[in-house]
């Protein structure tokens, strides 16, 4: 399994941008995708997943701003974040599992390299 995240960059406070997790060899239709963050000097912190059957969860620090999706034609999933804060700068991390979604690091075995976000002020 391959997951390959994009869509990074710099962004000012109050700005949008979506990020996407392209994942390949797997069954992309029961695949469930999870999206972390980790900024300098702090636990990786759990930001939103979505189920294989569309059923999604938020981090309570993103709630109400982002929102998660999956395009199972483009074995793709999407985070679309809005109103960013100069605190949501951290390098963004999908991960995957065949098990289902939880809230949970350790229960991803699949891990994308990352993708840097920087709000600035």
């Known amino acids: 399994v391959q997951l390959q995240a994009s869509g990074g960059g710099l962004a000012q406070t109050g700005a949008s941008l979506r990020l996407s997790c392209a994942a390949s060899?797997?069954?992309?239709?029961?695949?469930?995708v999870a999206w972390f963050r980790q900024s300098p000097g702090k636990e990786r912190e759990f930001v939103a997943a979505?189920?294989?059957?569309?059923?999604?969860y938020y981090g309570d620090s993103v709630k109400g701003r982002c929102t998660i999706s999956r395009d199972n034609a483009k074995n793709t999933v999407y985070l679309e974040m809005d109103s960013l804060r100069p605190e949501d700068t951290a390098v963004y991390y999908c991960?995957?599992?065949?098990?289902?979604?939880?809230?949970?690091?350790?229960?991803?075995?699949?891990w994308g390299q990352g993708t840097l976000v920087t709000v600035s002020s």
């Open positions: 979505i189920a294989w059957k569309g059923i999604t």
């Open positions: 991960a995957g599992s065949d098990r289902g979604a939880t809230i949970l690091r350790a229960w991803y075995e699949d």
């Open positions: 060899g797997v069954s992309f239709s029961g695949y469930s």
